[in-house]
Structures are given as C-alpha cells and as structure tokens.
T-cell receptor
Framework: NAGVTQTPKFQVLKTGQSMTLQCAQD?????MSWYRQDPGMGLRLIHY???????DQGEVPNGYNVSRSTTEDFPLRLLSAAPSQTSVYFC??????????????FGQGTRLTVV | AQKVTQAQTEISVVEKEDVTLDCVYE???????LFWYKQPPSGELVFLIR????DEQNEISGRYSWNFQKSTSSFNFTITASQVVDSAVYFC?????????????WGAGTKLIIKP
C-alpha cells in the first residue's frame, strides 16, 4: 500500500523558476488537496479537488495552479517561484471530504526553498 | 468565522508524566468535526482522532484520551505516562459541514518534548 506519494521530498528553486510538485494516491479517493505549512502556523489550504476534472481554490491559492485529469494524480504547479513560497507542502487525500466518515491521508511532504 | 487556538506553543515534560494539550475552537455551525493529528520529527502527519459535534463522549485509546466539551468549545488531548516517542508537534483541526466545503482549519500546533 503506497498511500499518498509526494515527489520530490526536497527542492531548491531560484526566484522566477517554475516547477511541479507531484502527488499520487492509490486508494481511489475522490477528494485531494494541497496544503502549505509555515513555521508557527497550522496548515493552510492552497487548492483542492472533489474529483477528476474539478478543482477549486482554498485559502492561499495565489501563485499556484492545479489540475486533476485522473483520480490518482493531483499535481501542484508553481508558475514563478517567490521566496514567500518557501514552505513545506503536503498533499492529502480522502474518500469523502473532510468532515465525512474517512480520515485524511497525507503524503510525506515536500520541503521547498526559494532563493 | 471558524478558528482553532492551541495556546501552548511548546510543552516540555519528563518521561512518564501526564500531559494535556489544549485546543479551543470557534464555529457558528452546529454540525462540525474536530481532529487531532501528530507530526513526528520525521515530518509526516498522522491521524489520531475525529470527533463530530453530536458526540460529546470522551475517548480513550491506550495512553491517549480526549475530552470534548461543547460548553467551553474545547477538545483537549491528554497523554498519560508520556514516552519519548510521543515527542512531536500535535495539531488540532476543525471542519465545518457542509457550507465550508469541509475545509480543515488548523491550529498552529503544540510542540511536545518528552525528556528521558
């Protein structure tokens, strides 16, 4: 059981570069989301998806794009990296939206540094 | 607006002591869910418990217990006879249903240090 797989685990970017954080889950979950975790703060929702082809913005969506072409994959794209995007990023999935009967499963996290 | 407050930024205790992590929440909904997650030094997030607003029964799981009190909007977490492996950051989170799209609102976390 792979669960939720995030790659890469660590990444250093220069300001202005673009990159894609990959997230894949093998549990056939409909609901997937991306969070960022900053020091001294709880996780904040960037984007989420309630199923293939459907995405929506969370609390802090600026500077990020997502797409959901398959149930399994939910990549997060940084269009033009900025130092303010230095953070730890978590992908999560669950069978039902948070607040339903299922817990959320999280990936291992991606530690991103933008210099 | 919904909010989760974990006032204790960091707690340090000696192994085998009991420790309680506080969580206070704000919500206008009558239907909501509360969660605790553990983040060990390795960084992953581990689900501990989910509680819905209609179930005020306290829960015990081994050395872990949770006290849910709607009257004080609190959902506190107690570790009995703490162990070094309990050292982690613990997050409390709130989800409202259905109007907020079930977004999880997270507290800032409490870093728990268990000294041998």
């Amino acid at each position: 059981n792979a669960g939720v797989t995030q790659t890469p685990k660590f990444q250093v970017l220069k300001t202005g570069q673009s990159m894609t954080l990959q997230c894949a889950q093998d549990m056939n979950h409909e609901y997937m989301s991306w969070y960022r975790q900053d020091p001294g703060m709880g996780l904040r929702l960037i984007h989420y998806s309630v199923g293939a082809g459907i995405t929506d913005q969370g609390e802090v969506p600026n500077g990020y794009n997502v797409s959901r072409s398959t149930t399994e994959d939910f990549p997060l794209r940084l269009l033009s990296a900025a130092p303010s995007q230095t953070s730890v990023y978590f992908c999560a999935s669950s069978y039902t939206p948070f607040g339903g009967k299922e817990e959320a499963f999280f990936g291992q996290g991606t530690r991103l540094t933008v210099v | 607006a919904q909010k989760v407050t974990q006032a204790q930024t960091e707690i340090s205790v000696v192994e085998k002591e009991d420790v309680t992590l506080d969580c206070v929440y704000e919500t206008r909904d009558t239907t909501y869910y509360l969660f605790w997650y553990k983040q060990p030094p390795s960084g992953e997030l581990v689900f501990l418990i989910r509680r819905n607003s209609f179930d005020e029964q306290n829960e015990i799981s081994g050395r872990y217990s949770w006290n849910f009190q709607k009257s004080t909007s609190s959902f506190n977490f107690t570790i009995t006879a703490s162990q070094v492996v309990d050292s982690a950051v613990y997050f409390c989170a709130l989800s409202e249903a259905p109007g907020s799209n079930y977004q999880l609102i997270w507290g800032a976390g409490t870093k728990l240090i268990i000294k041998p």
